[in-house]
């Protein structure tokens, strides 16, 4: 039988072209069913409060930081989306006047403007929060030298190249409402997958690169970042692939219902137990990870009972 087409965007896959069954059986967990669903390479944490959650967020830069020498560099690759940790990352290096110069960072992704990244002083450039919410931060004698930051660029050589001898100790992300990591978005309905998306071990072959972006996520940025307004969105993205991300030696996942819905966490949660793997669903890949952990905020994982507001 032929695979349902998208009710939001026809022209691309998305979850709302899984079986039925699949996102009623996601829909109908509790929260004390969702917390039970961790399973031997995948973990499940949750926090009673939103000053818990953050804080442990921040202390994986720390504990990657932390595991850095000059002889065996580490580091962490971190999202825009969650940002309220980057502030409380930079307050930890310097009260415990922690010396992280050996550290490293990947940026996740960044947008493009035309044919280039967007510029750094941007006000929707991910480098620019970074740097302003925690790198600018940190004292100098304390902070990692510029050559130890990696931010994407529309040539991704250069970042690329920056993980080959430095250990990825964590790969820290959100989840977008397409259910992406990162913006690796569900792909279009074009080509060779018009009519099926492309299995599991094609999409993970994927390495950093230009994305066009599902209308979804436009809308999600906008909502998060833009205060609604999808035109100032760029359609346009340079995203960490999946064959970074299999370099991380952890992938963590931090959900506090604010960036995807109660149902989206719920979704993703069960196809990775379950190893329910499918590239409509980017997120429901990093089931075949060997090392994944889904953090939630207790308050944030709401219900996905039909209520008119």
């Not at 018009?194 to 809308?219: G, N, S, W």
């Amino acid at each position: 039988m032929a695979r349902k087409q998208s009710i939001v965007a026809p022209d691309w896959w998305d979850y709302t072209t899984l079986d039925d069954e699949l996102l009623r059986d996601a829909a109908a967990l509790t929260p004390r069913q969702l917390l039970g669903l961790s399973r031997p390479g995948f973990t499940i944490a949750s926090y009673d409060t939103l000053e818990e959650f953050y804080l442990a967020e921040a202390l994986e830069y720390v504990n990657a930081w932390r595991r850095s020498t000059v002889d065996n560099p580490a580091g962490i690759c971190g999202p825009i989306g969650p940002t309220e940790q980057l502030p409380l990352v930079a307050r930890l290096v310097n009260e415990l006047d922690l010396d992280v110069r050996a550290g490293h960072f990947w940026g996740m992704d960044e947008w493009m403007d035309g044919d280039r990244e967007i510029a750094a002083d941007h006000p929707l450039a991910f480098e620019r929060a970074d740097r302003r919410l925690c790198f600018d931060r940190i004292k100098k004698r304390l902070r990692m030298p510029e050559e130890h930051l990696h931010f994407p660029r529309a040539d991704t050589t250069a970042y690329r190249k920056s993980y080959d001898g430095v250990r990825c100790v964590v790969m820290q992300g959100g989840q977008g409402e397409t259910k992406h990591w990162a913006f690796n978005d569900p792909p279009r309905r074009t080509g060779r997958w018009k009519d099926e998306p492309p299995p599991p071990a094609e999409y993970r072959k994927l390495a950093t690169r230009v994305v066009d972006l599902h209308p979804l996520t436009l809308a999600q940025n906008a909502r998060t970042s833009g205060g609604g307004n999808v035109a100032r969105v760029p359609p346009r993205a340079i995203t960490v692939g999946p064959v970074e991300t299999w370099m991380a030696e952890r992938v963590s996942i931090w959900h506090a219902g604010t960036h995807d819905n109660p149902f989206g966490q719920r979704l993703t949660t069960l196809m990775i137990s379950k190893r329910i793997v499918d590239s409509a669903v980017p997120m429901s890949l990093l089931a075949d990870h060997p090392d994944v952990q889904f953090s939630f905020f207790r308050g944030g994982i709401g219900t996905c009972d039909v209520e008119m507001h």
